[in-house]
């Protein structure tokens, strides 16, 4: 079992879990993520990792009340645990593994939409304590959905918030904000990395290219098994099927047909979806973990 040292609403239907799990905690890098069961009968939830501290072998999560399994969460409090939580799962950040010397050399830029704001903070925060500067975008519909305003202000080299509606910060979408820093502001940027809702992070890539910025994009939003064998996280990066499971959940935005990627998502959603889809794309409609054989 693992226990919940800290529960908090951040805002509606958004949750954030501080869990006890010293194993994942000690091996955990930003970009990766979890597998949470509450009991065991009940779904496997991939979420991805946003924050970790070594020290006292802490995992934080942050769920969004979606489904069956997610609206069970809502009820949990400090001193509850959950049942499973495996992981780190799925490949780091590809800044983990660059020298900082040369990271520090960069312009970074992170654009972060809705739940993806957590996700992004602890890339940001590695970014800072290895003394990298980013600046960073965080996006939602309305001032009382923003989430991790403060935490991030804190690593993050420029904050900029944008509400699509206008009630704080700059008013409209991320990507506006995007072009407005480089066209109009003088801001120039080596690569960006965008997480998100699936629309956004189409339309970031979009903007990115237009100005000729290379982008990452974390596919995590269309992740349900977590180890490639549902078939749910299939996508084509450059032409070449892929699971953003077990090959990522990070891509390069560009390459992403992010089209095929919503409209099976879409699919997926029922029973006779996932039929079809299995008959379609038949051997390559999963892809196993890679290490058991089932992708055999």
Same mark, same amino acid.
């Given at each position: 079992m693992f226990?919940? %040292? +800290? /529960?908090?609403e951040l805002t509606t239907n958004i949750y954030l879990f501080e869990v006890e799990a010293k194993r994942v905690a000690k091996a955990c890098q930003p970009g990766q993520f979890v597998i949470v069961r509450m009991n065991e009968d009940s #779904?496997?939830? &991939?979420?991805?990792?946003? !924050?970790? !501290?070594? #020290?006292?072998?802490?995992?934080?999560i942050v769920v969004q009340t979606v489904g069956a399994g997610t609206w069970m969460m809502r009820d949990l409090k400090a001193g509850d645990s959950f049942h499973d939580f495996v992981g780190p799962l799925g490949k780091p950040s590809e800044f983990v593994a660059e020298d900082p010397e040369e990271l520090k050399k960069k312009?970074?830029?992170?654009? @972060?939409?809705? %739940?993806?704001?957590a996700p992004v903070y602890p890339q940001v925060k590695w970014l800072h304590e290895h003394g990298v500067d980013a600046d960073?975008?965080?996006g939602a519909k309305t001032k009382d959905l923003l989430i991790y305003e403060d935490d991030m202000s804190k690593v993050a080299g420029n904050l900029y918030v944008t509400t699509d509606d206008g009630s704080y910060g700059r008013s409209g979408m991320v990507t506006q904000t995007l072009k407005d820093l480089v066209e109009k502001e003088g801001k120039s940027y080596d690569v960006c990395v965008a997480i998100g809702p699936m629309i956004m992070m189409k339309f970031v890539c979009l903007t990115t290219k237009e100005l000729n910025i290379p982008t990452i994009v974390s596919m995590n939003p269309i992740m349900v098994d977590g180890t490639g064998m549902c078939g749910a996280c299939r996508l084509t990066v450059?032409? #070449?099927?892929?699971? /953003?499971?077990? !090959?990522? &959940?990070e891509f390069d935005g560009h390459l992403v047909d992010f089209d095929q990627a919503m409209k099976r998502q879409m699919i997926y959603k029922t029973a006779e979806? +996932? @039929? %079809? %889809?299995? #008959?379609?794309e038949g051997d390559t409609h999963h892809g196993g973990c890679g290490h058991c054989g089932g992708d055999k």
């Open positions: 226990k919940i %040292l +800290r /529960a908090e #779904e496997r939830i &991939p979420l991805t990792i946003s !924050d970790y !501290d070594r #020290e006292k072998g802490t995992i934080t312009k970074i830029i992170f654009v @972060a939409g809705g %739940l993806g704001t960073v975008i965080i450059g032409g #070449e099927v892929k699971f /953003a499971c077990v !090959d990522g &959940p979806g +996932r @039929a %079809l %889809l299995k #008959e379609q």
